[in-house]
């Protein structure tokens, strides 16, 4: 199933950081594609300590064939690759943030994970990157496409093109 996965990263090397994240996504059993990247966006952060540095953020969207808990078990293993602890505040800075968004038209929720990522509809830092890939995109529960959610958001944090190319 099409699947969007949201890729963050404010500490160290933040574009060798999202670059090594998608290459390690794209490694994982039951992932092919990608079947889109976004661009690269510089956006301050969200719920965040006031003194940590802005993320880069970007949105990959790939074909995945397996169970989402699975696919989820996964990201969170390449975040702990990268030096993400398990145990960490909410929303502290962090070398590789990676949040699956959609998965086809999968509603999903319980203890472990909710499909499509809870807040989606309200963060530009996601919508403007998955505005690249899947502007058209109509998120189950949601009246509106992708761009008409980027267009209603009422959001005070800014979101600024940083890099067309992951290799810059």
Do not use: C
Request: charged content about 20%; hydrophobic content about 40%; proline content about 9%.
């Amino acid at each position: 199933m099409r699947s969007g996965i949201a890729l963050g990263s404010n500490l160290g090397e933040r574009l060798a950081n999202l670059r090594a994240g998608r290459d390690w996504v794209m490694a994982l059993p039951g992932v092919t594609g990608p079947l889109g990247s976004s661009r690269i966006y510089e956006t301050e952060p969200v719920g965040s300590e006031p003194d940590a540095g802005p993320f880069l953020n970007a949105v990959i969207e790939v074909n995945y064939e397996g169970q989402p808990i699975a696919l989820m078990d996964a990201l969170q293993e390449i975040e702990a690759r990268m030096g993400r602890p398990s145990k960490r505040p909410r929303n502290a800075p962090r070398t590789l943030d990676l949040d699956i968004l959609y998965v086809g038209n999968l509603v999903l929720s319980n203890d472990e994970i909710v499909i499509p990522h809870p807040r989606l509809h309200l963060r530009g830092f996601v919508l403007t990157p998955l505005n690249d890939i899947r502007p058209d995109l109509i998120l189950p529960g949601q009246q509106r496409n992708v761009a008409g959610l980027l267009r209603a958001l009422n959001e005070p944090a800014s979101v600024a093109f940083f890099s067309d190319s992951w290799d810059a």
